[in-house]
């Protein structure tokens, strides 16, 4: 045991000390970073009125009422009655389209609405004229409020006030289980992700994938350079093999939490800036609302993914002589992992479909795939420790298999061993 633990602090030394792992975390954690202020950066390039608008500072549309004074009054009072607005309706009978030209080239107004005729129709096509692009935040409810007016324009007064409300008000449908009784609002819950929930998972599966990528590959070119190198037939006369294999693996597994608490304090640091918190706010987000059981066991079975993947690049490792070919010998490992990493995120929006209640209980993708579920909310007691389970002595099955592949792999060179080969040199070494 003492030896295993020089192993795993002079793995784990040996790795943060170098200059490709702190590239990496340094180039991450700023990719991470601006992926996360993005939608504030560009509120900053579109910083003016035309950009965005806001109910402190609005944009400015002016209304070309020639021939539809109707029409612009009542968008004008309409708009006016919703209070704070990111645009504000400027209705000056007196200017033509040309005077209305000037203003907005005198950037006294960021726009100007045209209503024009439409052949067999009572309502006008509106236009916005502008000299540069209006931002969806203030189009968007621009266009509510014309549906809004439209309708009182073609019923005229054929209709009440209380019908012409119920008319304009989007229909929701609600959904009835007939198993469980469960009313929408309880489907709802339990069918789908909040929006803070659906990131979290999302940045889990990612972070689980490549980081399990990451540190796996490193564990296989850290064997295959020792055994290419013939420092292993130094390292097998003092160490067991098998102190060697689990010291690398739980050395670097070190190096990946301590990149996942680097990443993990980035996102937090940058999650609780005042202006990630505004946009959060703007989303109906908060953080509070995140679910803890996806934080706690998204770390459990990233752990548990971590060994099973390990074990098996470390017995990929072992048999691979030269690491120019460790990249063809991984790839099917790889291939898993992806497999594994497709399923979760492209049934992060159906978690209840067949193919991601299977993939929870096979081993190599049941990390991410159980973790969708749990996210969701639709993920049993007893399906997520069943699945545990099934990780857990996957892990010891694979653990003693790649701890015999290890054993008898790290001396043999030149050709790649067949899987005959392997198998005889394994009966003769008992773990």
Known sequence: MNKMGTIIGFTFK??????????????????????????????????GPIGGGSSTNPVNIGLLSTGQTEVAEKLETYSSAQGSQTYRFVNDAS???AALKADVESEVLDGYLKFEPVAGQDFPQPVLYSSDDISPQVIAPIEAALQIVKLDVVVKDTLTTEQKQLISTPVKLTEQSLDSGQSGAAAESEGTMSGINYIVVYLLIILLFTSTMMTGNMIASEITAEKSSRIMEILITSVSPLSQMFGKIIGIFMVGLLQIG??????????????????????NMNLSDVNVAVIVYGLIFYILGYFLYAVMFAAIGSMVSRTEELGQAVLPITMLSLVSFYIAIFSIATPNILLLKVASFIPFTSPTAILVRIGAGVAPTWQIWTSLAILVVSIMIFGWLAAKIYRTGVLMYGKRPTFKELFKAMKAYKI
């Open 14 to 47: 040996n790795k943060v000390k170098t200059k490709s792992f702190m590239v990496t975390t340094i180039v991450l954690a700023l990719l991470i970073t601006i992926g996360l202020n993005i939608p504030y950066f560009i509120t900053l390039f579109n910083g």
């Open 95 to 97: 200017k033509d389209e």
């Open 262 to 283: 680097i990443f993990g304090a980035v996102v937090a640091g940058n999650m609780l800036l005042p202006h990630n918190r505004d946009v959060l706010s703007d989303f």
